[in-house]
């Protein structure tokens, strides 16, 4: 059974920080990353990763203030979230799928159960 379970989520003021962890089980995934949904808005890329390269994808709005990272033995990839802003504000959805390439943006084929972060003006 494939899993993909989030970790990190919180509330933090603006300009702080949080670290998300997603730790994948039940198969390998070439690509994995996160999405998020804010209230009353449709669900966003936000940043993606190859396993097997070194291929970064981010969105425009997190590009300089969020990281994405793997962690290869514990099959687990973080998102280092910086400089977090209001508008963050979301619940963030951990990613996998099996191919690599620029329509992963659009949507992966396996999604976790989301955490919640919260920022505060």
């Known amino acids: 059974q494939v899993q993909l379970v989030e970790s990190g989520g919180g509330w933090v003021q603006a300009g702080g920080s949080l670290r998300l962890s997603c730790a994948a089980s039940?198969?390998?995934?070439?690509?994995m990353g996160w999405f998020r949904q804010a209230p009353g808005e449709e669900r966003e890329f936000v940043a993606a990763?190859?396993?097997?390269?070194?291929?970064?994808y981010y969105d425009d709005s997190v590009k300089g203030r969020f990281t994405i990272s793997r962690c290869n033995a514990k099959n687990t990839v973080h998102l280092q979230m910086n400089n977090l802003k209001p508008e963050d504000t979301a619940v963030y959805y951990c990613?996998?799928?099996?191919?690599w390439g620029p329509g992963i943006v659009n949507g992966m084929k396996y999604w976790g159960k989301g955490t919640l972060v919260t920022v505060s003006s």
């Open positions: 990763l190859s396993w097997s390269g070194g291929g970064r």
């Open positions: 990613t996998g799928d099996k191919d």
């Open positions: 039940g198969r390998t995934f070439n690509a």
